[in-house]
Nanobody
Framework: QVQVVESGGGTVQAGGSLRLSCAAPAEIFRTNIMGWYRQAPGKEREFVAQMSRRGGRDFAGFVKGRFAINMDDSKNTMNLQMNNLEPEDTGVYYC?????????????WGQGVQVTVSS
């Protein structure tokens, strides 16, 4: 089974920044769409951002230019740089890896990392 490992969560004050990373085996990293989802307490999991190997990037509307996503081929990792964080960004952030043409439900999830933004 594919192993996807997130890192980089933590606690910051509103307006601060955090960088999340998601590592996957090389053969998976190079062929799949990698994305981030988040789940706040009492809410459903929601899409945050994703990136394909062709370089296409998609972001949720609430990102509003605050987040950036990129892939580091030397480390087989995908990074999510989150700036100007708001308390509403608090939640568990999950990495998802899926083959092109499939949905996140069909993909592989990481264990999640906690992001807490204090006001």
């Amino acid at each position: 089974q594919v192993q996807v490992v997130e890192s980089g969560g933590g606690t910051v004050q509103a307006g601060g920044s955090l960088r999340l990373s998601c590592a996957a085996p090389a053969e998976i990293f190079r062929t799949n769409i990698m994305g981030w989802y988040r789940q706040a307490p009492g809410k459903e999991r929601e899409f945050v951002a994703q990136m394909s190997r062709r370089g296409g990037r998609d972001f949720a509307g609430f990102v509003k230019g605050r987040f950036a996503i990129n892939m580091d081929d030397s480390k087989n990792t995908m990074n999510l740089q989150m700036n100007n964080l708001e308390p509403e960004d608090t939640g568990v952030y999950y990495c998802n890896v899926r083959p092109p043409g499939t949905t996140a439900i069909d993909g592989t999830w990481g264990q999640g990392v906690q992001v807490t933004v204090s006001s």
